[in-house]
């Protein structure tokens, strides 16, 4: 009898690892929750990810410009504290090909309008690199304003 | 041979069940409901704050999801698996409750996370549920369930980290343990870091690995080599040394990358010990304990 269970049992899981295996080759390596863990498989690729900084006590020259991600312009605004996750905000800024009126507007939501009355919110995209010689660079560029008056984008850097 | 060998180590349906086993699973099945519950709820909230697709994956494919956007839609989501993950877990639904409960989680998930990158944390929880599921569907008897669904889950989590392993194989090669990866990666996750809590300062671990590029490969290698030997947990012998290490990888990764997997932990170390024994020696105990008291009152 336990025989017969041990192979009915191997036989359902043989069925789903089989469609476990079609669904991720089929849907990029993900088919949530049947995944090939593909998460930091690709060593020394340049990469962008994204933050926030209060600018409304900053002048808009001093804010405009490319800088490093050690002389960032305005105050912090730790998304965080706000609900906002992270991840998805980054991914949401970096992964963004064309910037419509209606993506500004889904970023602004992902904020959320409370969050604009009180802070002039810059969305800044952080790039690093590695160098021939080992340093990291991470250069931070000045992307999008959201003030209580609208969205402003400051580049066209994508 | 090798097949008999592996269902005997997942499934071992000769083996007699003891008092601790069964009160164990009810409570580790407690606590994957429980997360469910947490985590579609969490999600279902959180979809409020979303209005774009930036990435569908899974069934968001081929369904838009955005109907699901600016409505009360994620949460009665949110209710319909509650009422159906509780009602499986008492056993007063009909078999297919967890399989209906385990394909709207699957969407809630895919709805919530449409903005450009899946993360892994919840899928340890939803591989067990879904190992619920089908257990329930082609299972009558509760031992035969219970056997099932951990075999199953011991199967694709050991299957999950070997697959990792390999996927980093096929993406870089075999110099993907070279230290000035993690550097990148740890530069990466320190913008993360600015970006939630608006600071970021390496720790020990971290000025360690920036420091010496040697001991930063080290890490990498050790974490890989870790990831590779994850199948050994399909087996007995070896799961709690397997499971132990894979905890280790993930504290590592937390010390390094500041990326947190809660779920994946508090579930590995359910998974990863003998638990059921503990609850086995202290019946025993607390039975003989009654005994003794039992005795003692007699001739007292």
């Known amino acids: 009898m ?51 900084r209060d600018v409304r006590q900053e002048d808009i020259d001093k804010f405009s410009q490319v800088t490093s991600i ?33 993506r500004k507007q889904a970023l602004r939501t992902m904020f959320g309008e409370d969050m604009i009355a009180e802070h002039d919110l810059l969305v800044m995209k952080a790039n690093g690199i590695i160098q021939p010689d080992n340093e990291i660079i991470i250069e931070v560029v000045p992307f999008i304003l959201f003030t209580p008056e609208g969205n402003f984008k400051l580049t066209d850097h994508q | 041979m090798f097949l008999q060998n592996l269902a005997q180590n997942l499934f071992d349906y000769d083996k007699p069940e003891t008092e601790g086993e069964v009160i164990f699973y009810k409570l580790f099945e407690a606590f994957i409901i429980g997360y469910v519950i947490h985590l579609t709820w969490y999600w279902g909230l959180y979809i409020e704050r979303i209005s774009e697709v930036v990435l569908p994956l899974g069934l968001a494919v081929y369904i838009d999801p955005s109907f699901m956007f600016d409505s009360s839609l994620p949460i009665w989501n949110a209710v319909i698996i509650t009422v159906l993950a509780v009602a ?12 209906v409960a385990m394909l709207l989680f699957h969407w809630q998930h895919v709805t919530r996370f449409t903005l450009g990158e899946i993360p892994h944390s919840a899928n340890l929880i939803g591989m067990t549920f879904l190992g619920f599921a089908i257990a329930h569907v082609c299972f009558n008897e509760q031992l035969r369930i219970r056997r099932f669904s951990l075999g199953f889950m011991y199967f694709f989590a050991g299957l999950g980290y070997t697959s990792a392993a390999f996927s980093k194989l096929i993406g870089t090669g075999i110099t993907w343990a070279d230290g000035r990866h993690l550097w990148m990666w740890m530069s990466e996750k320190s913008v993360d870091i600015i970006s ?31 990831e590779l030997i994850g199948v050994a947990m399909w087996y007995k012998k070896y799961r709690s040394l397997v499971i132990t290490l894979i905890i280790g990888m993930h504290i590592g990764i937390t ?45 007292a």
Do not use: C
């Open chain 1, 70 to 102: 050690r002389e960032l312009p305005g105050e912090p605004v730790p998304l965080g504290a706000h609900g906002i996750d992270t991840i998805d905000f980054s991914n949401f800024v970096s992964k963004t090909e064309e910037w419509t009126a209606e």
């Open chain 2, 88 to 99: 499986g877990f008492f056993r007063i639904s009909p078999k297919i409750t967890y399989s």
């Open chain 1, 2 to 52: 336990s025989q017969i269970l041990r192979l009915k049992s191997l036989k359902i899981i043989l069925i789903t690892f089989l469609i476990y295996g079609g669904l991720v080759a089929t849907h990029e390596g993900e088919f949530w929750p049947l995944s090939i863990y593909p998460m930091f498989s690709q060593g020394a690729n340049p990469w962008t990810r994204a933050l926030v």
């Open chain 2, 196 to 226: 939630r809590t608006g600071d970021w300062a390496p720790n020990f671990l971290q000025t360690l690995a920036f420091d010496f590029v040697w001991i930063a490969t080290i890490i990498l290698l050790i974490g890989w080599i870790t």
């Open chain 2, 255 to 299: 010390m390094t990358m500041n990326i947190r997997f809660d779920a994946f932990v508090a579930q590995l170390i359910l998974m990863g010990y003998r638990w059921d024994k503990l609850i086995d020696y202290g019946l025993a105990r607390a039975r003989s304990m009654n005994f003794v008291y039992r005795f003692s009152k007699r001739f």
